[in-house]
């Protein structure tokens, strides 16, 4: 099941304190591209594991088929 989180920060993630969360990192699966989980153009909760991506377009990429950018970690 693949759900968009729908929070008051606009789909991002928070947790720990502000520090934690200005600093915390995060891959786009689709791209590979390493940005900050507070710049995050979208996150995606993925079998109770969230990802986050670098815009929209890759968001729904993802989503279209989030196996064929996890693999064999989907499957676990």
Sequence with gaps: ??????????????????????????IDPVCGME???????GAVDYHGTVYFFCSAACRDQFNADPELFLGEEARV
Excluded at 1 to 26: C, K, N, Q
Excluded at 35 to 41: F, G, I, N, V
């Design 1 to 26: 099941m693949t759900r968009l989180t729908d929070s008051l920060d606009d789909g991002r993630v928070s947790f720990g304190d502000r520090d934690e969360i200005e600093l915390a990192s995060a």
């Design 35 to 41: 940005l900050k989980r507070a710049d995050a153009a």
